[in-house]
């Protein structure tokens, strides 16, 4: 693998456990520090305007009011504004088929479920997170990313991206918004490649 190859797998896997961490829980001040400090080497490109977009809603919000947003967009009363599970976006319903296929492919590589993790597995941030790992996977994983990407992510995940986006109570998950709709839109392109 060239350098190039492999300096452009390390961008993705960081931008994968990035998504990860941000839809996954509200961040802390340490990781919004670090996302304010980041240099966007071409911020006219597609991907380039998402992550300004994220490191201008890093340096608009604070913690608390990011913590907040996270309750109403994902978890509200009896739910959020955004439902952020692959099943929902491909059946309809939670727990459904794409869930299945998920757990099966996630068998194969050697994953299983939290037991203390309440989450189904079919998140965004557990889909993301598990990209992350077959990109950082020494040799060849059984499941390689493009197959992980075409099966369970690029099904659902730009539409999930769009929706956050549109989400009344998305301030700085409008900055998560974009970025990974980006980079999925990127993604995509790649893959096809």
Request: aromatic share 8%; net charge negative; glycine share 6%.
């Amino acid at each position: 693998m060239a350098v190039e190859e492999i300096e452009e797998t390390q961008w993705r896997a960081q931008t994968y456990a990035l998504l990860a961490n941000l839809l996954a829980a509200p961040p802390q001040q340490d990781l919004l520090d670090n996302i304010t400090s980041l240099q966007v080497t071409h911020p006219e490109s597609p991907l380039g305007q998402g992550w300004m977009a994220l490191i201008e809603a890093a340096k608009q919000n604070d913690v608390e009011q990011i913590a907040d947003e996270y309750q109403l967009l994902f978890i509200g009363l009896a739910q959020g504004e955004v439902i952020p599970y692959g099943s929902f976006y491909q059946s309809g319903f939670l727990n459904e088929k794409p869930l299945a296929k998920l757990r099966i492919d996630l068998g194969k590589l050697g994953l299983e479920r939290q037991q203390d993790k309440a989450e189904p597995e079919d998140h965004i941030a557990g889909e993301c997170d598990v990209m992350r790992l077959i990109l950082m996977a020494n040799g060849t994983p059984i499941i390689d990313d493009k197959t992980f990407f075409n099966t369970h992510l690029r099904p659902w995940a730009a539409k999930f991206f769009t929706d956050l986006a549109k989400a009344k109570s998305a301030a700085f998950y409008g900055g998560v918004a974009l970025l990974g709709k980006q980079f999925i839109e990127a993604e995509l392109q790649r893959l096809e490649q």
